[in-house]
């Protein structure tokens, strides 16, 4: 990393910290007085949508896009750069508050959390998983016996269960209702009861924005927000609105706010197998027309410590990033996300950094298929002071089952992920730094 990156880092982060500090009253307050101001950016956005079509195949215009997005981003920030008030009671309880006002936590899908340590926050981030019986990972599980240990190693186990925060792509609806959809050549379901998984695999999160959760039509999407919502699981990137499926998850743990969003890029043409959102009507956060989501990063950046984005995006079987990735990314770091995590290509992409802050472009698959092939847990380290670090323990999937490697294979995969990677080294321990 250049001086001139790291300064340029430093300022941003100066920037960001600031924000961050608003307090909860003047937040609010400055949403109430924005919302004439913000409906002017939603009109921006529902014409260049109509202009141009959302989910349009071909590339969209890169100037009028860049032109929405500084607009949309400087209607949100003139209203949240204001003069910091001075601070009330001790720094280490800025959200003592919040975490009393239980019905706005619960209004606003804000958690509290403890973490292991005092010192740190330690994040763990994974691929994706199928639950669907009539596949063959879920059908080698029943066959052994049916127990998670089955599916993961120990040590892979306890590294997901010792993570504060555990999140994961939930690639299928949880649904007995619905019927395939006409044309679509995988489609995916599970039995609502396997969602209980979740909890022996230390979940804490899942994305729902993925090209598998409508794949059994509106009902099956509406039995999974049910499901999850039963057992107290949050989850981002789908809904039955598009304010719901928009909407970010928070967590305040360690006295640190971490606000987490998810969209998908796919497919990527105008009328999709997997339905996006609208206004009245369920559905996916689609971000192939990316304005919303640069306003979501960038609400989320102005009261939040962290900001981390898990976006659905590339192209599948193939290592190379895609334009789209490339081009989303520099509009998502631009909007204040303080790491980018991917998923969707079904393998592992390059790991790197765009605009000062680290991209993760695929996780690749975690538990998905019988296909034997490298994977990862993506650690995301958080201190009580400082940047945040990212760390990869590299994995395999093979014969239903999904193991970390260590010694010679693990530096195999560290080697690999390093040639394929521009941006961005890992080291011999998997912590990521800039090249």
């Known amino acids: 990393m250049t001086a001139s990156t790291r300064k340029k880092k430093k300022q941003s982060k100066k920037k960001r910290k600031g924000r961050s500090k608003i307090g909860l009253f003047i937040a609010v307050l400055c949403v109430v007085l924005s919302v004439g101001t913000l409906g002017l950016a939603f009109l921006a956005i529902e014409t260049y949508a109509e202009k141009e079509g959302v989910g349009a195949a071909k590339e969209p215009d890169g100037e009028t896009i860049a032109a929405d997005m500084t607009s949309i981003q400087e209607t949100v920030l003139q209203e949240t750069e204001q003069e910091e008030p001075e601070a009330q009671g001790a720094e280490e309880d800025r959200y003592a508050a919040l975490l009393q006002d239980t019905d706005f936590m619960e209004a606003h899908r804000i958690y509290a959390k403890e973490a292991a340590s005092p010192e740190k926050i330690v994040m763990a981030f ?9 596949y063959a990972v879920m059908a080698r599980l029943r066959q052994r016996g049916g127990g998670i240990e089955e599916a993961f190693s120990a040590d892979l186990l306890a590294e997901m269960r010792g993570a504060d925060i555990f999140m994961i792509n939930n690639e299928f609806p949880y649904s007995k209702r619905g019927a395939p959809l006409e044309g679509k050549q995988f489609t995916f379901r599970a039995d609502p009861e396997s969602a209980a998984y979740l909890t022996e695999m230390g979940v804490d999160i899942v994305s729902l924005a993925n090209n598998h959760a409508f794949d059994y039509g509106e009902e099956s999407l509406l039995d999974s927000l049910e499901t999850l919502e039963s057992m107290e699981m949050p989850y981002v990137g789908a809904g039955r609105n598009l304010e719901e499926a928009a909407a970010p998850v928070s967590f305040i743990i360690n006295d640190k706010k971490i606000t987490i969003l998810s969209a998908t890029q796919i497919e990527r043409n105008d009328n999709p197998d997997t339905r996006g959102a609208g206004e009245d009507t369920s559905g996916t956060f689609r971000c192939w027309n990316p304005q919303r989501l640069v306003q979501e990063v960038t609400q989320a950046r102005a009261d939040s410590d962290i900001v981390i984005v898990y976006i659905h995006w590339g192209t599948e079987s ?5 334009w789209a990735q490339r081009d989303q990314a520099v509009m998502i770091a631009e909007a204040g996300a303080d790491i980018i995590i991917g998923d969707h290509s079904h393998c592992l992409q390059p790991v790197g950094y765009v605009e000062g802050i680290p991209v993760i472009y695929s996780l690749g698959n975690f538990w998905f298929n019988s296909k034997t092939q490298d994977t990862c847990l993506v650690q995301v380290i958080i201190p009580s002071e400082g940047d945040l670090s990212v760390r990869v323990l590299p994995a395999k999937q093979s014969d239903c089952r999904t193991q ?4 010679a294979e693990k530096e ?3 080697s690999y992920i390093n ?13 990521l730094s800039a090249k």
């Open 126 to 134: 994974a691929g994706d998983i199928l639950f669907d019986p009539n």
């Open 318 to 322: 193939q290592a190379e990033t895609d």
């Open 404 to 407: 970390l490697l260590q010694g």
């Open 412 to 414: 195999r995969v560290l």
């Open 419 to 431: 040639s394929i990677s521009d941006s961005g080294v890992l080291n011999e321990d998997g912590i």
